[in-house]
């Protein structure tokens, strides 16, 4: 469909690559009840999908960005990391919503929250609020990464980095 992209993470000798055959789009079409909602070609704008084994199992798991009829804004609204079930069947890993300061990591969130395989690490990262100049115009914004770790049950934050704006007032 118009907007899919695909990327896939070096292949290891071995790895279950299962999950391909799976015809995501759809899957999400279903889950998310857009085949009740929209019309059919303008159910999914577009879909990013990259694999990489997150959960140690030996299986690549598919880390989905796409953009639905459901958005509002033209960004990714649906984000997620989708594990092969046999047979024939997919499952969407969860995030541990009981992280400590969950709730303040995506203070001065700006724009879109991403999510990314980066240096073979699942991240969340988005542009930082950082305020305004004197003058009214917006500072340059930073960058804040929240890097997960899998507990065996559920995608955990491992730790979260910030990185400084490009430039002040």
């Known amino acids: 469909g118009a907007g899919l992209g695909i990327e896939a993470a070096p292949v290891r000798s071995g790895l279950d690559r299962s999950i391909r055959k799976i015809h995501l789009a759809g899957y999400v079409i279903r889950t998310r009840g857009l085949d ?4 059919p070609p303008k159910r999914i704008a577009s879909m990013n999908i990259r694999y990489a084994d997150l959960d140690g199992d030996n299986a690549e798991e598919a880390i989905v960005e796409a ?3 459901r958005s509002t804004d033209g960004n990714a609204d649906v984000l997620g990391v989708f594990a092969y079930q046999p047979p024939d069947s997919v499952r969407e890993l969860p995030f541990d919503a009981a992280t400590p300061a969950s709730k303040a990591i995506f203070d001065g969130q700006l724009g879109p929250v991403r999510l990314e395989l980066i240096d073979g690490r699942l991240v969340r ?3 930082l609020d950082a305020g305004r100049c004197a003058s009214g115009d917006p500072k340059a914004a930073g960058k804040r990464s929240i890097l997960y770790r899998w507990t065996g049950k559920a995608f955990a934050v491992d730790r979260v980095e910030d990185s400084r704006p490009t430039r002040a007032c």
């Open 125 to 127: 990262w988005f542009a």
């Open 67 to 69: 953009v639905t009829c």
């Open 36 to 39: 009740k909602i929209c019309s």
